[in-house]
């Protein structure tokens, strides 16, 4: 078999994949009568048109990556985070914190104090996680989706207490329960005129290169693939297996908290309830449809940009309501997780393979 | 159901990246016989068993039974067609019963809404009557011995109405009794049915088989009668020179005791004590043979000696240093290797590359990383060398270690343990799988380890080898030590009786 053919084989795959879960998604657009052709393209163009445009899509991709960055390091040392949502949540808080405690810090130093906390908060939240599992056995499955209503609440009793803004307290104020515009030292560059887009981009890109690097540059990212890949062999090998399964959920965590930090530093520059907008969930599929690598991950974390955008524009455009996107994500696990089993699958390549010379074989005899 | 009277299989040839597993082989077996299928590791046996399995597809070539051409899209064919193989690893699921694992392949008790275990457990009780297969159908996998889950692999094959069987290396982890049992049960079924016995073990080959095929580089080299060739002749034509097992014919040395294991009792994963107030010492530059039926406390010990298991009494003193219960990391660090039993899921990562397996404990030193930086020069340029000098048969270095040949894994694993220069070596059952030529070259690397001065605990169930290695030898009967004696002192007939639980002095 040659490589070319296998490096053909799998991307076929992938676009069927894709084009099946585009197929499944027609089918429900068909059943709630939308106009299916002008769905997609709105959802896959419509978001590519303009400069703003563009720079939203890429807006969502930043927490998006970093999340799923986090969620790839546990994932490969064998301990699966569906807590990312959570973790960010304590991010916020922790930022939050800071500014509002420490306004008058110069911007050099409030940002990066402000980002280390909330990777310190998001930590935390991961830590317990770990471990629980580590020592105790807990599965992460359930501990992460506790500790997520924990936050929930802990985040809602914050913004409503402590951290509510002093404004909203007041006769003129709606009691929104949000904490009050954060001082400006803590405020991220915005770099393209008129678009929210941030340096927080920038943060991304730079860990998504820290991560490989940690991954597969460092005997700390080889004993922890080693834990995930092969817990029996790594501890034989004497790599402490829970030690290396605390410290991943850990990252993971502090990744979610510093996407935590950088939405509320560089997008809305305050806390206030749903920010965190299911991307500790979404992570989960990007860090998935970008194979747990970096190198995946961030195109996967834009094309889920694209998404979010997209089909927050077909609502306007074409009537299509935006929980369309919870339903494509669904779909697209669904789908990811098939596609993976059929990668896997040797045989089903052999018989792809045999059918692939027979025509190949075939086919000068029928042009001679 | 129709007898297989012939199986050929034509000018089958199977191409992996980089390896051409099996080049045009064409061989053919009658009704009634046993063909032994025999060759180095990676000469591609199992390949070409996993072909006749409908596991793989050959690139070219044909299958004809009973003259007509057969086609095996998947192993379900192949059952259909009346084949029924035993694999290298067992395929059992540890956490069932033997019931239930016959009863997943076992389509006959399969209803839309119910799975008739009776029906599953009348046919195990059937074919174990008839073949004189004891087995218990109410036992769970992880409860049985080796052996036990090869008998039950064999009854499981048997009970899907198998008339032709593929035994894949059946006797490399069986006790040298339940080897002879096997090759007497196999003998009687010759009758009923053919047989394609693959082994590294000449004896068991002469004894058993009528025809003889050899592969090397997957090709065939030789076919032949069996009864025709002196066991010397087919080791010379398997590995291409004489191949002579090395012999320790050095003077004991009198160094200073190393290990010493004092009282220790450690329990089993059952919860009895599998090791009761085991007490050994090992010297600096001696080999010390620990004979004994497996399952009387040899796995237990290893890993309580490596820190993988608890000890609840004694002390293992190495180098001084009391090491029960310290951490595997610490361990290793004070100069302990250790070749472990279970070569596929514990002493490899089947993911990660033939290099990356190399350097498994040896990530920190400064040798392969700088700055917690890995040295990637040095782990290819480590693998590169270990590949060739310990003959590892793979395309290149970064093939995942997991689509090794069984032998070629331990291979791996023995150049990771020997080269990592220990100061103490545990060997569990090293040569297990191994060929003949690369069982020689292993154990003149032990002996070399011994000259060089460490000392080393050999755990084995094979006399030869005990027996041409030890300077020492300790028999284990039911976690405690019958008696260690000298080599002189030792042969094959007082190590059985020893084996056997009866104390020497008794049978004097
Ligand atoms: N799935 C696979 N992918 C790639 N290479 C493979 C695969 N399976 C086997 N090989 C290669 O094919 C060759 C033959 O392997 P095979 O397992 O048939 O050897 P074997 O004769 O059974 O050896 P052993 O005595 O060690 O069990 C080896 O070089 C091995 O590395
Ligand atoms: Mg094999």
């Known amino acids: 078999m040659t490589r070319q053919f296998k490096l053909t084989y799998k991307f076929t795959i992938i676009i069927l994949a894709i084009l099946a879960a585009m197929g499944i998604g027609s089918i429900i657009l068909l059943a709630i009568g939308a106009d299916v052709t002008k769905t997609y393209l709105v959802i896959l163009l419509e978001p590519l048109k303009s400069t703003l445009q563009i720079s939203e899509v890429l807006l969502r991709a930043i927490p998006l990556s970093i999340i799923a960055l986090g969620i790839s390091v546990a994932y490969r040392s064998g301990i699966i985070n569906i807590g990312a949502e959570g973790q960010m949540m304590m991010g916020i808080l922790g930022t939050t914190m800071v500014a509002l405690s420490l306004p008058t810090l110069p911007k050099i130093i409030l940002i990066p104090l402000a980002i280390l906390t909330g990777a310190l908060f998001g930590g935390l939240w991961g830590f317990i996680a770990g471990v629980l599992r580590a020592k105790l056995g ?25 951290f509510l803004d002093p404004a909203e307290k007041t006769l003129g104020g709606a009691g929104t329960p949000q904490s009050m515009r954060l ?48 817990g029996r062999a790594a501890r034989y090998g004497g790599i402490s297996v829970g030690w290396y399964l605390v410290v991943s959920m850990v990252i993971s965590g ?115 | 159901m129709q007898k297989i009277t012939s199986l050929r299989m034509e000018h089958i040839t199977k191409q992996f990246p980089g390896t051409l597993a099996c080049d045009d082989i064409t061989f053919s077996v009658g009704e ?44 379900n064919d ?72 090869q008998r039950v692999e064999l009854v499981k094959t048997l009970c899907l109405g198998a008339r032709f069987l593929i035994l894949d290396e059946p006797t490399s982890a069986l006790t040298p009794q339940e080897t002879d049992e096997l090759i007497v049960l196999l003998k009687r079924m010759k ?45 010379a034509l398997m590995t291409g020179h004489e191949v002579e097992l090395p012999v320790n014919k050095e003077e004991a040395c009198n160094g200073t005791v190393v290990l010493d294991i004092r009282n220790l009792d450690v329990q089993s994963d059952r919860g009895f004590l599998a090791l009761d107030g085991f007490n050994l010492s090992i010297r600096c530059g001696e080999i010390v043979g620990l004979a004994g039926v497996s399952g009387n406390g040899q796995r237990e010990l290893a ?19 009391d ?31 033939l290099k990356e397996n190399l350097i498994l404990k040896d990530t920190e030193r400064d040798e392969f990383s700088a700055h917690h930086f890995l040295k990637n020069k040095a782990i290819e340029a480590n693998a590169t060398d270990l590949r060739v000098k310990f003959d590892i048969r793979s395309p290149n270095t970064s093939v995942a270690a997991g689509s090794l040949s069984g032998g070629n894994i331990q291979k791996v694993i023995l150049a990771r343990e020997i080269s990592r220069r220990p100061k103490f070596l545990l060997a569990v059952y090293p040569i297990r799988g191994l060929d003949l030529g690369a069982a020689e070259f292993i154990h003149k690397q032990l002996l070399e380890k011994r000259r060089e001065g460490i000392g080393i605990l050999l755990i084995s169930e094979e006399l030869d080898e005990i027996l041409d290695l030890s300077d020492r030898v300790a028999v284990i009967f039911k976690g405690k030590i019958q008696q260690v004696l000298e080599r002189k002192d030792a042969n094959r007939r007082t190590l059985g009786i020893l084996m056997a639980g009866v104390h020497d002095d008794q049978t004097v």
């Open chain 2, 303 to 321: 890993e309580a000696i490596n820190g993988l298991r608890k000890v609840e009494r004694g002390e293992i003193l190495f180098y001084g240093e």
């Open chain 2, 78 to 149: 192949a059952f259909s067609a009346g084949l029924g193989m035993v694999h290298q690893q067992y395929m059992l699921i540890a956490n069932m019963t033997v019931v239930e694992n016959i009863a997943l392949g076992y389509k006959e008790a399969w209803s839309p809404v119910k799975l008739d275990l009776a029906k599953v457990r009348a046919r195990i009780v059937e074919i174990s009557e008839k073949y004189g297969l004891a087995v218990d159908p109410d036992a769970y996998i992880w409860q049985l011995s080796v052996g036990e889950q």
């Open chain 2, 32 to 75: 009634g016989e046993i063909l032994a299928l025999v060759g180095e590791n990676g000469a591609g046996k199992t390949t070409l068993m996993n072909i006749l399995m409908g596991l793989y597809q050959s690139d070219e070539g044909r299958i004809l039974i009973n003259g007509e051409e057969v086609r095996f899209r998947n192993p």
């Open chain 1, 183 to 230: 001082t400006k030292n803590l405020w991220l560059t915005r770099f393209i005129p008129r678009t929210r887009l941030h340096t927080g981009l920038f943060i991304a890109l730079a860990l998504a290169v820290l991560i490989y690097l940690l991954l597969w540059k460092t005997d700390f990212g080889y004993k922890m693939r080693a834990s995930g890949a092969s």
């Open chain 2, 191 to 235: 009758s009923e049915l053919s047989i394609i016995f693959i082994s590294h073990k000449l004896q068991e080959v002469k004894n058993l088989c009528d025809k003889l095929l050899i592969l090397r580089h997957g090709a065939v080299v030789f076919e032949g009668e069996t009864a025709d060739h002196s066991m010397g002749d087919i080791a």
């Open chain 1, 138 to 162: 807990v599965s992460e499955l359930l501990s992460t989706v506790m500790l997520n209503y924990i936050a929930a609440q802990f985040y809602t009793f914050m913004l409503r207490g402590p």
């Open chain 1, 254 to 368: 502090a990744f979610a908290g510093i996407a935590g930090a950088i939405e509320v530093a560089g997008v809305h520059r305050r806390a206030l309830e749903g920010i965190t907008a299911g991307y500790g969930f979404s992570g989960i599929v990007v860090a998935l449809f970008g194979g747990l690598s970096p190198i995946g991950i961030i195109p996967a974390s834009f094309f889920f940009g694209l998404l979010i955008v997209g089909s927050d524009m077909t609502q306007r455009l074409v009537g299509v309501p935006a929980n369309m996107i919870n339903v494509l994500q669904g779909i697209i696990i669904l789908v990811i997780v098939s596609t993976k089993m059929i990668l896997a699958d040797p045989y089903l390549m052999e018989r792809v393979w045999r059918w692939y010379q027979r025509h190949c074989k075939t086919k000068p005899e029928v042009e001679a």
């Open chain 2, 323 to 353: 090491i029960a219960n310290k951490s595997p990391h610490h361990i290793i660090e004070s100069g302990m290797g250790y070749i472990p039993e279970e070569r596929n899921t514990e002493g490899i990562v089947p993911a990660f590359s």
